[in-house]
């Protein structure tokens, strides 16, 4: 959640996040707005298109919706946004729905379009305009109660994401940093966490789990429904889970299944 500005702060891990978190960016919002540069993101129509990434899934289209801007000026923003380090585009890997030129599409599939999503780089950017710069003027005049409950309604998005994100470096790691592709995948049917592709040629699809209950046997299933709809063959799949797992799936035997919990993260800092 702090990465990228690490330096700037003095962090006592033994604190609670709460804590942590008031100390920070409520006693010490001022202090730390001036480490937003270039200052101009925090003005618009920059400050409402960070607003969106942070707040939604990445997606152009939902992006320039919501920071109500058309899509030529988005494209154009977005873009100088990457060259200044503060966001990245990560193109989608579903194949192109017409397999011809002159192929006729479904009702349905005419109006869809294939797009790329938008990500923050640096974790304290998708932080403070996920959580803390919405509340700017009340935070300004020391009014935290806002702040605080979006905070706790929504704080789950922010680990979810550096979990996933852990995840693929963890699945890296267990191949031996083999992977040639180790991403998230999206297409028209479902969203997927981690599709991987070994150098061998395997094919992994991952779900990662921030929850605080076990993944059963029965959302392993819904996976792999998941997978057939959307048509990605796979050769090997892997579940990651703060809770851990059901004795049902854990004794199931399954042989195409790699199952990772909490304790095995700490093979990251080895």
Known sequence: MFGGIEEALELDFFDDLESIIRFNFVEH???????????????????????????????????????RVGETLGLRLLHELVELGIVEFENSREPALKKYPNQKLEKALRSYKIESKVRFKTPFYRFWFGFVEPYNQELVRGQVQRFFENFEQHFSRLNSLIFEQLSQELLNQHYHNELIINGSYWDQHSEFDIWATHQN?????????????????????????????????????????????????????????????????ERLLE
């Open 29 to 67: 919002y001022k202090e730390l707005n001036l480490l937003i540069s270039p200052s101009y993101l925090l003005e618009e129509p920059y400050r409402f298109l960070l607003i969106a990434v942070a707040r939604g899934d990445g997606r152009l289209s939902n992006i320039f919706r919501k920071a």
């Open 201 to 265: 040629g395997t094919r992994i699809l991952g779900e990662c789990k921030f929850t605080n209950r076990r993944v059963c046997k029965s959302e392993f299933s819904k996976l792999k429904q998941k997978a057939q709809t959307s048509g990605l063959k796979v050769d090997t799949y892997a579940l990651f889970s703060k809770s851990g797992f059901s004795n049902e799936l854990k004794g199931a035997g399954i042989k195409n299944l790699l199952l990772f919990e909490l304790k095995d993260f």
